[in-house]
Each structure stands twice: as C-alpha cells, then as structure tokens.
C-alpha cells in the first residue's frame, strides 16, 4: 500500500515499547498504516508519496494533555500575564499598559498575578485597580485559578456588596467596613465569573484559536478540556464541532461539561458528537481547592492552622448523586481531588456508583492527587479509576525554601506527596497533563519535572519524595497512551500502530540519550495531526 507520508528515522518511540528503534511510519490519508524496520520502509513508498528522514530526532506520537482549561487558556494567550510583577501596584500598571498597547472593550481580562510572590505577601485590593480601571470591569485570576482580583466595577455589574453573604466553599475578602475588598476565594470567584465569563461562539473560537498557535509548536495533538469553572462552563462542543467541520481544529478535544449540568442532555450530546476530533463523553466538578489556602479537604488538620481541615467546594449529597447520575448515563466523570479527605470521598462516590448501577462504559478519573491515604491507592485499580496527574505542579513555587507545602502540611506530610509512581504501578496506568493556564503546557517542562522532582533552584537534593519519580518511557507513555485510554480511545489514539490515528510529533533531540535537565530545553520540529503537517520549525 503506497503512504502519502512516511517518516523514517534512527530513535522511534511507539508507546509501545520502553525504547526507541530505528525503522520508520508510513501514513494514508490521516491513519498510519504500518510502524517497521528500516528494510521494510521501501515497499510502502510510491511516487506520490513524502518521504521525512528525521534521522537522529525521536520520533513519538503527538502528545494528549489529560488537562487543559482551554477557554481560559486562549485567553491566557490572548490577555495580560501578570506573572512578572512584583507588588499590587506593579501588576496594575502592567495590565494598563498591556490595554493601552492591545486596546479592547468590555471587560478587561489578566492572569498569573500571585501576592505569594510580591515582595510584601499580601492580598491586593479594588482600590488600585479602580484607579487604571474607573469605568471598565476588571477580572484577574491568580496563579493557581482559584482566586481572582476585581475592582468597584466588576463587583457591582455582578451585585456583590457589603450584604453579600460568602457562598458555600468561597469567601468573599472584605475591607474593615466590611465593603468587599476586590479579592474572591474559592467558590465565591463564581459572583463575578458567572458575568465575566460568558462569552459567544465567535469569542470562543478566537480564543480556541490563539490556543492552538501555541499548542502545535509544542506538539499537542490531542487535550481533554476541563470547562467547569467558578460560575461558568468556559467552552462549547457546538463551536468545536462547527469548527472541525470547517477544517479548523489542529488538536482533537474531548470536552468535560458540567457535572451539574443537564446529564441526560449531555448523554444525547455524546451520542451525537462522536467524530474523531470532537467528543463530549466527560463531565467535571470540584470537590476541593488548593493546599495554600487551607481549601483542599484534609484528613487531619493543616500543620500552619490547627483546627481548620479545608472547605468543601460543594455540598457532598450534591456531587454523590450527579456521579451517580452521570455514572448511569454513561459519562465519565473527572473530579478535582487534592486533599486526602477529597480523594476518598471522591472514591467512595465513584464506588456507590458502580455499586448502584454496576460497571458500564464510563471511564471515570480523579484530577491532581496530591495527598493521598495508603489505603485508598489500591482502590483506583478495584474501581476501574485512572489517576490524572500534572508533573509541572511540583514547581510552581519556584524555590525549595518558599515551598509552602512544607508550612501548610508539615515536612512529613509534604514528604509523601505527588505519589505519581506508586498511582502507576498501583493502577496500571497513568494520565498526565498540564492544568493549562494554571501552569505551562510545554509536555517537556512536565516531563523533567516528572522525571526530578526538583524545583527551579535544583533543590531539594536527590528530589521531591525521590521514591516517586517516573522513568521516562512512563513520562512519555502517560503524556500519549495513557491520557488515551482515560478518555477510551486507547485503540484508536496514543501509539505508534497500524490502523491508530496519525498523530506524531519529531523532537529536535533523542530524548533518551540526554540529560534530564536537557530535556527541559528540547522543542518540537513538526507536528502532524491527522495525517497532515500542522507545525514544522523553520
């Protein structure tokens, strides 16, 4: 059978194997047709058909993101990054010189900013935004996307005042007046999100498409897309779908809707979108937040606040009875779990649901696992339950020292977390991501990071809970195949094999012949998707 692409090349890593190989893919229309040995690479070239000698550079199949806010992400790409300033009044001006060289309208969008990393830790406040932003609604995210900076306009269009009570699982920050203070916590993001956040089709598709200018380049061929966010469900599988049947998707999408949505609705929709770009057979919610903000849910109290062992980002009954619900309809559900306390709760649900309605089609996960019980870890494996993890995570506190996890925690506890390797050979498998825009996309910083454990200052010596680095072809397998198979596509998707959907990427280096802190500077010299170039380095 003459390819229309083959790619030949010295460092072939299929998913398959733990090595590399020399040999070649020869590709027909958007499916590979035959992975082989370099003697066998004549048969399958004809006079119509491109050859690619990628000689030394590692060969892969394109890399799925188990975990990307894709909305938000575009928007990430498209808005100000406030990641850089040092102090409230730093990061204000830059989001005023940011509009005043990208002039807009409506509400004014930035991201990254985090007091954490101000020279004076603390929360910032409405007064200096109103005074860049008088007329204009301003909505911020900080680093971690669980909390978000506003000013007097954006809290008035949403209605929040001095009498505003706090929601379940959020706060509302409030000055000594008890005005709202322009800080939202957790759950109470969803006040001024629910206004901020709604957008058309032609602003999704904009957003959609300033994603995918970046995730080429970095070889992303595939991503689940997370949409639930406080107070809106960021994305539309009619946009996806609009724009794969126009040609325009250079990723495949498999949208996580609304957990707390209409499910049966959502069934319907899944049953309808089952093309080979856009699927709709996910739904997602939060059961918890973050660590160091004392919101993810613990077992025992935090070590910097006795007492207090996180908040609930939903009522209990509530998410129990939509996984149920979900579980019966068919939808795999994917649950933000941090604390070990989330996680367990979280099982227990996913158990009471295949317990009530047996075991289906549904393939459901749990999100972020960062402090689990020993006695919990075997239950993923008896309940069919994959672990989404996000290497990159580990650094996003850019030096050991101001690693806030050993405060909240305590030094033991901090020591047992990120249990990437047990999960693995516990569970049998593995979904990596990013959390995009929470923290990079790049697969590689994931990669080393999964592989050291080591924050940017090279510390802690010998790694972060050394006992759970990942090898490499774990890396690469949990980045391909295994954020497949979390979404049941691991027969079409996620190798390098005859019949499976031409997806690959070349890297400008073999991964496995460099150093770890190598791979961290690595890049991507062509991306295919769906049997065509959709990125190649000049």
Known sequence: MEASLLLKGNAIFDSVSDEPFAGFVAIKENKIIAVGSPEKAAAYIGKNTKVIDCEDRLLMPGFHDSHTHLILAGMYKACANLGIAHSEEEAAELLWKFEQ????????????????????????????????????PVFLLNAEAHGAWVNSKALELAGVTKETPDPLGGEVARLENGEPSGFLYEGAVAYVGACALKFSAEQERLYLKKFMETAAPLGIT??????????????????????????????????????????????KKAALLTGDKVRANLVKQFVDGVFTTHTALMLEDYTDAPGNRGIQLCEFDKIEQAIKNAHKNELSVKIHAIGDHAIRFTLDCYEAAIAAYGKNRARHAIEHIELISDIDIPRFRELGIVPSVQPEHLGLMPTWEGEEYRYVLGEERAANTWRFKTLLDTSGVIALGSDCPVVDNNPFYAI??????????????????PKEKLTLPELLKGYTIGSAFSVSREKEMGTLESGKLADLVVID??????????????????????????????
């Open 101 to 136: 060289a990208n002039p807009s309208e409506g509400w004014v969008y930035g991201f990254n900013w985090y007091h954490v990393f101000w020279d004076e830790k603390i929360l910032p406040t409405k007064a200096t935004l109103d005074h860049y932003f008088p007329d204009r």
């Open 222 to 267: 595939s991503l689940i897309d997370v949409q639930p966010y406080f107070g809106a469900n960021l994305g539309s599988a009619d946009t996806y779908r609009l724009m794969e049947e126009n040609g325009e998707l250079t990723v495949r999408i498999h949208v996580a809707s609304d957990l707390f949505g209409d499910l049966e609705l959502a069934a």
């Open 448 to 465: 080393h990071r999964g592989l050291c454990r080591l924050h940017d200052d090279g510390l802690p010596l010998g790694g972060w809970n």
């Open 509 to 538: 280096r073999n991964l496995f012949e460099i150093s770890p802190e190598e791979i961290r500077k690595a890049a991507v010299t062509m991306t295919i998707m769906d049997g065509n170039i959709v990125y190649q380095k000049k």
